[in-house]
C-alpha cells in the first residue's frame, strides 16, 4: 500500500472523519432485450402498459423498442436499489404476456438487423429528436450492435464527505471545482484498472455467430453447438471492437486532467465535421436521417467506460450542464449484464464498486496524457480478449506486468478500503465482498466469464437455449415473489401519468424541429474556472 492511501486512510478513520462517508448514492440502469419464448428478437412495439418510453422514470427504451432499460431513482441503500431494479423487472413482465427479458449482454439470435425496430417516442421536438438520433446510430454503426446490452452504475458520495476530505488532503474548502477535480481524479484511476473490472465481472465470452453474420471475424472464435461462437480466455466481447467502436472517435482526443480539458475534447467532438458521415442526410430537405455530420451527433455517442456527469435541464446538453455546474455522480459504463442475477447485477458487485471507486479517489492519481489513455485502452483489450490467459501481461507505468501480479496488489489495497468503509457501516459486508472476488484471481473459472463459458462447455450447449432457459427460471421468480419497494397499483399509476405527461409535452411545442435543433446545439459550454 502507497504511504499516501495509508495515510488518507488512517486521517478518514478518526472518529470527526469517519460517518461522513456513509451516505453513498447509487442508481442503476440495466438494459435487456424482450424476446419471444422461442428466444428469437420480440416484434412487438414498446407496450402502453409499461408508460411512455419518453417520460416513465423507471422504464424506457434504449436504441430500439424491443430493448428495455430500467432506471431506478438514486438511494443510499443497496437493498433498496435492488427491490426497486425487481420490481421494475416483475411489473414489466406481467405487461409482457408470454415474452421473457435476454439474460445475457451479448444479443439473441437475429435474423437480420431489419428487425430491429428503432425506439420510438411521440411526435414531440425531443421525441423526433431521441429518435432521429437513433437512426443516425443506424447509418453509422448498423442496428445489430446496438443491440448489446449492459448495465450501468451511477455513483456519488455523500455531499458531507467532501469538507472532510478536503480537510485530510489540506484543502480550504470543498467548493464544486474542488469536487470535480476530485471526481476526475478518481475517473483517470479507473481508467488505469478498469481491466480489473473487466476481468471479474465481464459475462459475454460466447456470442450468437448471427451477430456477426456478413461479416469478417476479427478474432479466431471457435465454435460450440450449432452457432455459438467464443474465445477461450474472453472476458467481455460486449466490451471488444465488435461492440461499440466508431473508428473517427479513435482520432479524438477527450481526457481527464480537468474539467475544463474534457469538456474542451468532447465539445470538440460534437461540433468537428466527419468526412465519413459527410453523405449522411442530416436537413429536413433531403430527409433527416441523422442529427447531423460531425465525428459525434451528441455527447451520449462517445463511448467511454466511465463518465463524469451532471443531471442535466429539460433542453440541456451534458457538456453545458458539466460547464455551469460541475461534476455531480460518475457514471461505470463497463459492466455487462451479470447472468447469475436475474436483475443483471448482484449486491455484492455493487459493494465491491463502492470500494473500487473509493479507492480510485483516496489512491494518488497523476494527469493521465492521451498518450497514456491509449496504453490503459490496450490493456482493457488485452483483458476483453484473454483476461483469463495464464500469465497474461498487462503495461503498467511503461513496463510490462503480470495482470494477476498487479491485481493481486490492487486487492490488498481495496481490503484496507473496505476494512475503512466496514468501519463506518458497521459489519464486515464490505470485506467479504472483496474475499468473494479475490476468489477470481486464484482460479480464473470463478470469474463470471469463466463460470458462463465453463457451463456451456462441459454441457456442450449453445449460448442461446442456455439463455433461453435462465431467462424462463428468472421469468417464473419474478413472477412469483411479492413488491418489496413499489406496488402494482403504484406502478400502473406512474405508466398513466407518463402518458399524460407525454401529451403534455407534445401539446406544448412551438417550434419547429428545425429550429428546435438549431436551439438545442446553439449553446456552447461556460467555464467553471472563475470558482477556483
Same mark, same amino acid.
Given at each position: ?30 438494459? #435487456? ?22 417520460? *416513465? ?11 428495455? &432499460? ?33 439474460? /445475457? ?6 435474423? *437480420?438487423?431489419? &428487425? ?19 437512426? @443516425? ?22 455531499? +458531507? ?12 474548502? =470543498? ?91 468532447? *465539445? ?6 466527419? %468526412? ?5 442526410? #442530416?436537413? =429536413?430537405?433531403? @430527409? ?34 458539466? =460547464? ?35 479507492? #480510485?479517489? /483516496? ?29 497474461? %501481461?498487462?503495461?503498467?507505468? +511503461? ?64 449460448? +442461446?437455449?442456455?439463455? /433461453? ?20 397499483? =403504484? ?7 407518463? *402518458? ?13 424541429? %428545425? ?10 459550454? #461556460? ?6
Amino acid at each position: 500500500m502507497s504511504s499516501l492511501l495509508k495515510q488518507r486512510l488512517a486521517e478518514l478513520s478518526a472518529a470527526e472523519h469517519l460517518p461522513s462517508i456513509v451516505g453513498i448514492r447509487r442508481g442503476l440502469e440495466r438494459e #435487456c432485450l424482450r424476446i419471444q419464448p422461442n428466444g428469437t428478437l420480440a416484434s412487438t412495439a414498446h407496450q402502453a402498459a409499461l408508460g411512455s418510453a419518453l417520460t *416513465h422514470p423507471l422504464i424506457t427504451t434504449d436504441f430500439s423498442e424491443t430493448l428495455l &432499460e430500467f432506471i431506478t431513482p438514486v438511494s443510499t441503500d443497496i437493498e433498496t436499489t435492488l427491490a426497486q431494479l425487481a420490481d421494475v423487472h416483475t411489473f414489466t413482465l406481467k405487461q409482457l404476456a408470454d415474452e421473457r427479458l435476454w439474460p /445475457l449482454s451479448m444479443p439473441c439470435y437475429i435474423a *437480420h438487423e431489419d &428487425e430491429i425496430q428503432l425506439a420510438y417516442y411521440g411526435s414531440s421536438n425531443v421525441g423526433r429528436m431521441k429518435t432521429l438520433y437513433r437512426q @443516425g446510430l443506424k447509418r453509422r454503426y448498423g442496428s445489430m450492435m446496438q443491440a448489446i446490452s449492459g448495465v450501468h452504475f451511477n455513483f456519488s458520495f455523500p455531499q +458531507g464527505f467532501w469538507p472532510h476530505f478536503a480537510a485530510v488532503i489540506g484543502r480550504d474548502e =470543498a467548493s464544486q471545482a474542488f469536487i470535480s477535480e476530485q471526481y476526475l481524479a478518481l475517473v483517470r484511476n479507473y481508467k488505469r484498472m478498469a481491466w480489473l473490472i473487466v476481468y471479474l465481472f465481464g459475462a459475454s465470452p460466447a456470442l450468437c455467430s448471427s451477430f456477426i453474420k456478413g461479416r469478417e471475424a476479427r478474432y479466431p472464435f471457435q465454435q460450440l453447438g450449432k452457432g455459438t461462437l467464443y474465445l477461450p480466455y474472453a472476458t467481455s466481447l460486449r466490451m471488444s471492437d465488435l461492440g461499440y467502436t466508431n473508428s473517427a472517435q479513435s482520432r479524438l482526443k477527450v481526457t481527464y486532467n480537468s474539467l475544463d480539458e474534457y469538456i474542451a475534447g468532447l *465539445h470538440q467532438a460534437i461540433t468537428l465535421p466527419s %468526412e465519413e458521415y459527410a453523405d449522411i442526410p #442530416c436537413d =429536413a430537405k433531403q @430527409g433527416y436521417q441523422q442529427l447531423n455530420s460531425n465525428i459525434l451527433q451528441i455527447e451520449n455517442e462517445f463511448y467511454s467506460t466511465i463518465r463524469p456527469k451532471r443531471t442535466t435541464e429539460s433542453g440541456e446538453r451534458p457538456t453545458c450542464a458539466l =460547464a455551469a455546474r460541475g461534476v455531480e455522480y460518475i457514471e461505470v459504463r463497463a459492466l455487462d449484464v451479470n447472468p447469475f442475477s436475474p436483475v443483471g447485477i448482484s449486491a455484492e458487485q455493487m459493494r465491491f464498486l463502492d470500494v473500487f471507486l473509493c479507492y #480510485c479517489l /483516496l489512491q494518488e492519481s497523476p494527469e493521465l496524457s492521451h498518450a497514456d489513455q491509449l496504453v490503459t485502452e490496450q490493456n482493457l483489450k488485452k483483458v476483453v480478449t484473454d483476461g483469463r490467459r495464464q500469465n497474461l %501481461e498487462l503495461m503498467q507505468q +511503461g513496463a510490462p506486468r503480470l495482470m494477476l501480479d498487479w491485481a493481486e496488489e490492487i486487492f490488498a489495497d481495496l481490503n484496507a478500503v473496505a476494512a475503512w468503509l466496514d468501519q463506518a457501516h458497521g459489519g464486515s459486508s464490505y470485506q467479504d465482498s472483496i474475499r468473494r472476488f479475490y476468489l477470481s484471481l486464484l482460479d480464473p473459472a470463478n470469474t463470471y466469464s469463466g463460470r458462463l463459458l465453463g457451463e456451456l462447455l462441459s454441457k456442450q450447449q449453445d449460448n +442461446g437455449p442456455y439463455a /433461453l432457459n435462465l431467462a424462463e427460471q428468472y421469468r417464473q421468480q419474478l413472477l412469483a415473489r411479492d413488491y418489496q419497494y413499489y406496488d402494482e397499483p =403504484a406502478l400502473q399509476t406512474m405508466a398513466a401519468q407518463s *402518458h399524460q405527461q407525454q401529451a403534455a409535452v407534445e401539446a406544448a411545442d412551438t417550434l419547429s424541429f %428545425e429550429q428546435y435543433l438549431d436551439d438545442y446545439f446553439a449553446p456552447k459550454p #461556460c467555464s467553471l474556472e472563475s470558482e477556483r
